[in-house]
Structure formats: C-alpha cells, structure tokens
C-alpha cells in the first residue's frame, strides 16, 4: 500500500525527475502530468530503471483545468500536489513577459482551481531564492533567511513571488471558508521552496538536466566547455566585492534538493501548518571562479575562461540561511558542491546527448 499518491507537475524535468524518484524510493505513488515543452518522456524510463517502479504518466498542459480534472477523476486516491511546471529562464522572462505570467500565474491558478474541484488540498511549490532579489541592500541578510523582504527583480522572479501569493490566499481562504462551515479545514497546506542554485546529477551517471536548448546556468555552461561545444566560459564580472571578485552562489545538489520535498510534503500531511516558506540551500557561498576551479579539477584539466562585464541583473550574493528547514524538516545538504561537480561530469560526459542517446552499457549494467 503506498504512503500516498503526488501528482507531480513537470515530473520528465531537471528537478521534478529526481523527487519522482525519491518520491517512488520513499513509497508514494506518482502521477506525472508535463507538457513536455523543454523535457523528454526518456525520464520517465530512467526513473524506472534506478527506482523499479514507473510512475503514471500524462502528456498535459497546466494551464488546461479540463485535463486536469480528467487526471484527479482518474486518480482519486491523489491527495498532494508537487507543482514545478513552469517557464524558467530569467532573460527570455523579460522578452515575452505575458507567455511568463499565462504559464507560470496562469497555470498554478488552473491548478488550484482544479485541486479545489477535485479537493486535493497540499501543495509543495517550486519557488526560487531570485524572490529575494539583492539581499545586499538590507543590513544582516546575507546569509538570506526567509523573513529577508521580497524583492524580485526580473519578470520570472515576479511570477514566482506573485504565485507564493496566489498560494497563500488560496490556502488561508479555503481553511477560513471550511472552518466558518464547521468543518474540517485543516487539510489544505502549502509549501514555498525557494530553491538556491540547484545542480549536478545522478551518481549512476544515466540521470541528470537535459535542457532542450541553449543553457545558460554556469554549471551546464563548464560541461559544453569541458565537452569541447564550446571554447571558453565567459565569467561575467570579477569586480564583486567577494573574496575574489566573482559573484557568490549557493550550489545546492538535486539529490539534495529532491529530499527537500519529500520531507516538506510529509511535514504539511503531518503537521497541517498552513502556508510555509522553506529555504532549500546548504548555507556555503562559492564563487564562479571556485566552480570553475572545482568543475576543473574533476574533469582533470584546467577549463578555458575570460572575464567579461557583469550580467545584467546578476547580484553580488546569493546564499542561503536554511536554519529553518533544518530544523523543522529536518533536512539539510549531504552533499558538496565538489560531488556536485563530479556527478554532473560522469553525466555529461558519459551522455553529451543527453536522453537522446542510450547510456554506455557499463554505467546501465551498474
Ligand atoms: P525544467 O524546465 O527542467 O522543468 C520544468 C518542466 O515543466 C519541464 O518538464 C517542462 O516541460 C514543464 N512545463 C513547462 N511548461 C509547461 C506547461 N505549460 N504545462 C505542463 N508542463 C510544463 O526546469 P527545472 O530546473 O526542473 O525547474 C523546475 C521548477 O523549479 C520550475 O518551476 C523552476 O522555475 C523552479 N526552479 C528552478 C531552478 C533551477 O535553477 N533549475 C531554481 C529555482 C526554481
Ligand atoms: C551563477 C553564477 C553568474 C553563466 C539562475 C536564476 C535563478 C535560479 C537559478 C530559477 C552567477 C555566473 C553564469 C556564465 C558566469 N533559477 N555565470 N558565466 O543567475 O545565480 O540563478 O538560476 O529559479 O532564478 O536567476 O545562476 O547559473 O546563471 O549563474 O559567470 O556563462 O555564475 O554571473 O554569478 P543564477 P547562473
């Protein structure tokens, strides 16, 4: 009998294919629904082939109620949502910002008012520590707790700011509605994850981020230069006031980061508290040239880089205070950036097409 069943929302990507599998190692059912606009349904075979077990499956988009509701109807025992279908890259965010807020808004309000229907009441949001914008400019927030006000500063981080709000209305009146009617109200919950710099990849090496096109995050960006797809990696800005002059991020591993909802979704089913913001990060700062340098030394040779102008809307530092998800879930990083940094070699360049080739028949037979 399975501890639950989670409808996962862009399950075939980066970050949602590793908590399906945690979530399926860990006894819950998973029904994935994904339009697959930027994953393929390969993961799904992954999953199984590292788990056991396949998760159900339904080529969907989440801005459709309809085919939402067909989806619950047809899995009445779903009690939780794991919601990570979204657009995601903070430049084209500027460029087509309507897209953005119809997928990304419009799409967790076509889920919320589907699970309302349907009633399935808790949801673990995808949310992203670029909510906090430049935490530099207040005193004391640097490590970022999650008391640091909001402040986004790009129109990606204003859809997620802007749905941990829609969240939060829509928790707190369903409970108050219910509570007015006398009846049990306890139910509904939500979880903001706000996600610091996921990276890396399954240690079996067969799993791991297969964008669909250009990548723009650093650590993917060192695997096209250790690969030889491209020469050099930019390094945008060495005048930071950090200790090298890079800017300073918190790498947090997506084995990692899929443990983070596991044990956020078991905390709203056990302890019903309502809406709550997690931050999901290790707490340790590196810089882009300590990345580089640890990307280097496991790929064995030092990695081409030229120092350009700072990125647009790039900010000083970028880490986490996860006291509060240490405490009250309990979790916090196992791994280091450096096994990080490996994983996602013994990736890359095992699969330099990612799931559009076959493993090599050694790390399958592992
Ligand atoms: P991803 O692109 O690999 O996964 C997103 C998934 O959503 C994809 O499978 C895509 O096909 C699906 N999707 C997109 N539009 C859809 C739609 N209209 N209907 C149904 N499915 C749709 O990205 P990821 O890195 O796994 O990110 C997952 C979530 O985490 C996103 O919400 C993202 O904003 C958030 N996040 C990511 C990072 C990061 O650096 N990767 C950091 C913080 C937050
Ligand atoms: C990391 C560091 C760059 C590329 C983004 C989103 C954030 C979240 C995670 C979704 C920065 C530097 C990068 C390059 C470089 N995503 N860099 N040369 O910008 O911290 O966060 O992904 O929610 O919302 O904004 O990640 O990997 O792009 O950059 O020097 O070619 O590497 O300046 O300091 P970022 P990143």
Not at 46 to 72: C, H, M, N
């Amino acid at each position: 009998m399975a501890v639950g069943t989670v409808l996962v929302t862009g399950g075939t990507g980066y970050i949602g294919s590793f908590t399906t599998l945690a979530l399926l190692e860990h006894g819950y059912d998973v029904v994935i629904v994904v339009s697959l606009y930027n994953s393929s349904k390969v993961a799904v075979d992954r999953i199984e082939l590292l788990s056991g077990r396949r998760p159900d499956f339904y080529q969907v988009d989440v801005t459709d109620e309809k085919a939402l509701d067909d989806v619950f109807a047809k899995h009445p025992a779903i009690d939780s949502v794991i919601h990570f279908a979204a657009l995601k890259a903070v430049g084209e965010s500027g460029e087509i910002p309507l897209e953005y807020y119809r997928v990304n808004v419009g799409g967790s309000i076509a889920l919320l008012r589907s699970m309302e229907r349907n009633n399935v009441t808790n949801i673990v949001f995808s949310s992203s520590a670029t909510v906090y914008g430049d935490a530099t400019r207040f005193p004391n927030m640097i490590p970022i707790p999650e008391h640091c006000p909001i402040g986004p500063t790009n129109t990606y981080g204003r859809t997620k700011s802007m749905i941990e709000d829609v969240i939060t209305d829509c928790v707190n009146a369903q409970r108050s509605n219910l509570k007015k009617a006398g009846k049990p109200f306890e139910q509904w919950n939500g979880a903001l994850l706000r996600y610091f710099n996921p990276c890396g990849a399954h240690p079996s090496g067969i799993m791991g981020e297969d964008p669909q096109g250009v990548p723009y995050n650093l650590l993917p960006l060192l695997g096209k230069v250790a690969t030889g797809d491209r020469e050099k990696l930019l390094v945008f800005g060495e005048d930071y006031a950090s200790r090298d002059g890079t800017a300073i991020r918190d790498y947090i591993h997506v084995v990692d980061l899929a443990k983070g909802h596991l044990v956020a979704l078991n905390y709203l089913r056990e302890n019903k508290p309502g809406v709550k913001a997690w931050n999901l990060g290790s707490g340790r700062g590196s810089t882009v040239f300590e990345m580089i340098k640890a990307f280097s030394a496991v790929v064995g040779r030092d990695l081409k880089y030229e120092v350009v102008a700072r990125r647009q809307g790039d900010v000083l530092d970028l880490t986490a205070n996860p006291s509060l998800a240490n405490e009250e879930l309990k979790w916090k990083t196992e791994l280091t950036m450096e096994k990080a940094c490996e994983d996602l070699w013994r990736w890359v360049d095992n699969n330099p097409q990612g799931y559009r080739q076959e493993p090599p028949a050694e790390l399958l037979a592992a």
